[in-house]
């Protein structure tokens, strides 16, 4: 027979333990609050003011409206002149434009001529997302954008076509497939799961089981205790990676055009950055359960917050600069670099030093935090 | 007992505070090398937690200690090696086996010729034939022999036991003890926590502590008799019945059913005998006794119970 007391009982009891585990109950209450907050104002599918190069080689009036009403879009803010297409190139490498927008020396006597007269539009296509908004939105120039400059003689091509074209070449990733996106970041993805959940419970567990008095008796340092629980995992994450790269190759047929080793020689970095991170939170959590909502509450920020999920040019200020402290995002530029732009060290170190910087800071708070006493 | 009569643990005026509560006050106690030293107290009384100071894994609030020569504050490190806890709850990897956990405390304290002493304390132990045996499936009993071999496998020159024999059987408790004596007989310095009466009797020397401070101390004959108690065994049928108005005399301070038998003690011995006797009665007879240390132990807990003090939980 169903009793409602003992259901009472039970209720009850569910209460009183749950009031009882303060950390918990903040995190069902106010973690659901700030990640609405945070996210709800950080989130934005469709990013504007995005880093644009352009290289002019006809600096006549044309030009100037043109960048003008590009920049009157609101998707591209000119951050670059750079003086050759070669030199714009690299910076789209490195991922500090995502376009850059070339000015044939011949474009006002052909626009004026009517022959064809053309702009090239280079966009950095690995987050095809993040692009297509601002690409969109070149055909509307194309075709208004000059209006104002159109006078005289030259009034009468307002109507009619286009007076001259936007040439759009998506770099990197010409078709636009999502899955060359897509698959390198959920490399970073699954990293930052599994790394950071399996090492946040490491300390815990001792605690909980009661092993950590033992392991405390005995004369192991705090680096021997740390270096030895995050070891293991190295060897787990680089056989993920393996397993991840074999499928982008042959699942999925994302491209690898950079070098490999430069890819396993960063992961170390990245790898290690986030098991120093489940350290941490090893030594902070009372139990296991409380690691796991850690690792919880560090892995959704990561994932919509680094640039994986959404664009990360498109976050405001504040929210990027909350993302440049997450591995994820420095290791999704480093990934999509060498993967899918071919990038070598030299176009990927920015991502990498914030990475080593990471590992340093983490691992300093992990070896402060880890009590070498019961106290 | 130590033929130099070095001293292996001496703590002075130990205190530790968790929060407001004070667990241990203004400890000091003095355990000469060699001796098997016998640490009884009620339960939250500080035990535990002195026992940790001493090893290193808390840190006193106040207070100073030397532990086989070195500085428990400064030297911790070096107490460790030497040292081997016994702790209360069995803390070896239920997830590793019997000769897993040897190996990996062996290492840990980078004993050599590792191999051969996890061999020879697996035959110690008797358990060659289930060194493969996962160490969460052993009894409570084997446990306790599993723990004990591990905390000596790097010859340390301390044990320290907390209530190593909680739960095991009497025959277990036994070979237990023996194993002690011998390891004691060769040289090694033994603090252990008990509750068991008829352990601290097999000590040279205990100590009792209640609500973190040091009631008594010394061998066991000194002990009882510091306490100056006197203490009368009243036998016979429906002794309960005499037992109620016994407790009601002034100078009977307590009384305690054994079997068929009260145990009735007091401080004023002319009193007491004068009340125990006005109780004698044609089913009744009454003879004086030793006190024994139960006795002992819990007139002092009442003394201190009259006093004001805080209730302890127990700590883990």
């Known amino acids: 027979m169903f009793s409602a007391h003992r259901l009472a009982a039970v209720l009850l009891k569910e209460f009183v333990q749950m009031r009882r585990d303060r950390l918990t109950f903040a995190m069902m209450l106010g973690i659901p609050l700030l990640q609405l907050v945070l996210f709800g104002y950080a989130i934005n599918m469709d990013p504007k003011n995005l880093p644009a190069a352009v290289v002019i080689a006809d600096p006549g009036v044309f030009t100037r409206s043109l960048v003008r009403s590009l920049e009157n879009t609101g998707y591209f803010t000119v951050v670059a002149q750079p003086a050759t297409v070669e030199e714009a190139d690299r910076m789209l490498a490195r991922g500090e434009v995502q376009f850059v927008l070339q000015v044939p020396e011949d474009f006002s006597r052909r626009l004026q001529r009517g022959d064809g007269a053309m702009v090239l539009v280079e966009a950095d296509a690995t987050d095809p997302a993040a692009t297509s908004n601002a690409l969109a939105a070149l055909n509307q120039i194309a075709a208004t954008g000059l209006d104002h400059d159109l006078t005289g003689p030259l009034a009468g091509r307002k109507a009619g076509p286009a007076p001259f074209e936007v040439r759009v070449h998506r770099r990197y990733n010409p078709e636009g497939v999502t899955q060359y996106n897509i698959v390198p970041g959920l490399m970073g993805v699954v990293l930052t799961m599994t790394m950071v959940m399996m090492t946040s419970i490491a300390m815990t567990r001792e605690r909980e089981r009661g092993t950590m008095e033992n392991l405390l008796a005995t004369p192991v340092r705090p680096l021997e205790v740390m270096l030895g629980k995050i070891v293991p995992y190295i060897v787990v994450g680089y056989v993920q990676v393996f397993v991840i790269l074999l499928a982008a190759r042959f699942l999925f047929d994302v491209p690898m055009l950079g070098s490999i080793a430069l890819l396993s020689a960063v992961l170390i970095l990245y790898i290690a950055a986030l098991l120093a991170i489940g350290f941490t939170f090893s030594t902070l959590a009372r139990n296991q359960m409380q690691a796991m909502q850690m690792t919880m509450f560090f892995f959704l920020p990561s994932i919509l917050l680094s640039g994986f999920m959404f664009p990360f040019r498109g976050m405001p200020q504040w929210a990027q600069d909350l993302g440049q402290v997450l591995p994820l995002t420095h290791f999704l530029r480093i990934v999509r670099g060498i993967m899918l732009k071919g990038g070598s060290y030299a176009d990927i170190a920015d991502s990498v030093w914030p990475l080593a910087l990471i590992l340093v800071a983490v691992s300093a708070v992990a070896l402060k935090r880890y009590q070498r006493t019961l106290d | ?316």
């Open chain 2, 1 to 316: 007992m130590s033929a130099n009569g070095a001293i292996a643990i001496e703590v002075q005026n130990l205190t530790k505070r968790f929060g407001e509560r004070t667990v241990v006050d203004n400890f000091s106690m003095k355990v000469p090398a060699g001796q098997i030293y016998g640490f009884l107290g009620p339960n939250g009384s500080g035990k535990t937690t002195t026992i940790r100071m001493i090893c290193g894994l808390l840190t006193p609030d106040a207070g100073s200690g030397i532990v086989l020569g070195h500085d428990i504050a400064r030297d911790s490190e070096l107490i460790k090696r030497q040292v081997g806890y016994m702790t209360q709850k069995f803390s070896l990897y239920e997830d590793l086996s019997i000769e897993e956990n040897l190996d990996f405390v062996a290492r840990m304290y980078g004993v050599h010729d590792r191999r051969r002493r996890v061999d020879e304390a697996l035959e110690g132990l008797g358990l060659q034939s289930r060194r493969k045996q996962l160490s969460g499936t052993l009894s409570g009993g084997w446990k306790q022999r599993l723990a004990l071999a591990a905390c000596l496998i790097h010859d340390p020159k301390l044990l320290l036991l907390d209530e190593p024999t909680a739960g095991v059987d009497p025959s277990a408790r036994r070979d237990f003890w023996d194993h002690i004596h011998q390891l004691a007989h060769a040289g090694i310095t033994v603090l252990v926590s008990t509750h068991y009466m008829d352990e601290a009797e097999r000590c040279h020397a205990i100590a009792y502590i209640a609500y973190g401070k040091l009631l008594a101390h010394g061998t066991l004959r000194e002990v009882i008799d510091q306490a100056a108690l006197s203490t009368w065994e009243v036998d016979g049928e429906r002794v309960m019945e005499v037992a109620a108005a016994l407790r009601a005399m002034p100078a009977v301070e307590m009384v305690a059913p054994f079997g068929n038998t009260l145990h009735v003690s007091g401080t004023d011995a002319g009193k007491l005998a004068a009340a125990v006797k006005s109780v004698r009665s044609g089913g009744i007879t009454v003879r004086q006794v030793d006190p024994t240390l139960e006795d002992v132990f819990i007139h002092m807990m009442r003394g201190l119970d009259s006093a004001a003090r805080p209730v302890a939980p127990e700590r883990d």
